[in-house]
């Protein structure tokens, strides 16, 4: 499991490894479009759901982690990813080459995330067609948050709550692709609930 911190970055040249014993976290810098965290505080072979935070909800993701695993034991893996954009290049570029015939490996994020079929939850602090870019390449259930509408919020808590980009709406949409047709909609509601969750809400691109 993921706590909270991630140690601070220079900037990113290649593949890194670097270890802090103290805050019994690993992680790995795969390339400069994504950075894998693993907790060494547990042994975990199988992820029940993948979070990829990208910029300043990369925080909101580890949260959402924390709760996911504090209140529901769910197991969650998390990625950071530094640029939806360079990963949905990365992917076209290899359709492409496919495409002429050309010797070419999967896309980037398509091997790093092929190993599992556990849903995925991306959230991105830009509308939700940069998330949405690389969604061809996602080897697994793949679900989108983003910021599309006009924020009217007095604080970036409130904005976050707004747009549904926040933890608690993160491991919400985490708990729906884990759950599926396991819960009943009263049962979702009340999980809701536990996570002071409006699900009746509008839809933020619409007011």
Do not use: C, H
Not at 23 to 43: D, N, T, V
Not at 77 to 93: K, M, N, P, Y
Not at 138 to 166: M, N
Request: no cysteine; proline share 5%.
């Amino acid at each position: 499991m993921i706590r909270s911190r991630v140690p601070k970055q220079g900037p990113i040249k290649g593949i890194q490894n670097r270890t802090t014993t103290s805050e019994g976290l690993f992680w790995r810098i795969l390339k400069p479009i994504l950075i894998q965290l693993i907790g060494l505080i547990e042994l975990i072979t199988e992820w029940i759901v993948r979070l990829l935070g990208a910029g300043p909800l990369l925080k909101e993701a580890m949260a959402a982690a924390d709760l996911l695993e504090g209140i529901f034991s769910i197991n969650t893996e998390i990625w950071s990813v530094t640029s939806f954009s360079e990963l949905a290049r990365d992917g076209i570029a290899r359709e492409r080459a496919r495409r002429l015939q050309q010797d070419t490996e999967p896309a980037w994020v398509t091997q790093k995330l092929s190993s599992s079929q556990a849903p995925i939850v991306a959230v991105s602090d830009y509308v939700r067609a940069v998330p949405e870019s690389i969604r061809a390449f996602v080897p697994a259930p793949y679900v989108t948050l983003g910021t599309d509408g006009f924020g009217r919020s007095d604080t970036r808590a409130s904005l976050r709550d707004f747009f549904e980009v926040d933890a608690k709406w993160i491991a919400y949409s985490a708990l729906v692709e884990v759950y599926g047709d396991k819960k009943s909609p009263e049962e979702m509601r009340d999980i809701a609930s536990k996570l002071e969750l409006n699900l009746n809400k509008p839809i933020a691109s619409s007011i």
